[in-house]
């Protein structure tokens, strides 16, 4: 069983910046890429970034690229989104997931962390 936990949620001002953390426990050695969602008020939850840890390599979604920035430490299993610039409508809930060796979709997830963005 692999576990997710994030933290470093909360409430910032249009412009500002964040930083999330998400830290894994349990048989974290069969992860293979980890990623951030999130989900808006009446919306569907929708992809944010992910990282492969064979590589490093990054991909983000459209709307946060060149403001979000997933890093991560394999080492430890913990993987971090720095957000800046961040704007209204990145005001969500956001999940931290994983990929273990195998699974085709996200098969682990956190319980989430709030983000709102005042204006």
């Known amino acids: 069983q692999v576990q997710l936990r994030e933290s470093g949620g909360g409430s910032v001002q249009a412009g500002g910046s964040l930083r999330l953390s998400c830290a894994t426990s349990?048989?974290?050695?069969?992860?293979?890429?980890m990623g951030w969602f999130r989900q808006a008020p009446g919306k569907e939850r929708a992809f944010v970034a992910q990282?492969?840890?064979?590589?490093?390599?990054?991909w983000y979604a459209a709307s946060v690229q060149g403001r979000f920035t997933i890093s991560g430490d394999n080492a430890k299993k913990m993987v971090y989104l720095q957000m800046n610039s961040l704007k209204p409508n990145d005001t969500a809930v956001y999940y931290c997931?994983?990929?273990?060796?195998?699974?085709?979709?996200?098969?682990?997830w956190g319980q989430g962390t709030q983000v709102t963005v005042s204006s």
């Open positions: 997931a994983a990929k273990r060796t195998g699974d085709y979709t996200w098969t682990v």
């Open positions: 349990g048989r974290s050695l069969s992860i293979t890429r």
């Open positions: 990282i492969r840890w064979s590589d490093s390599s990054t």
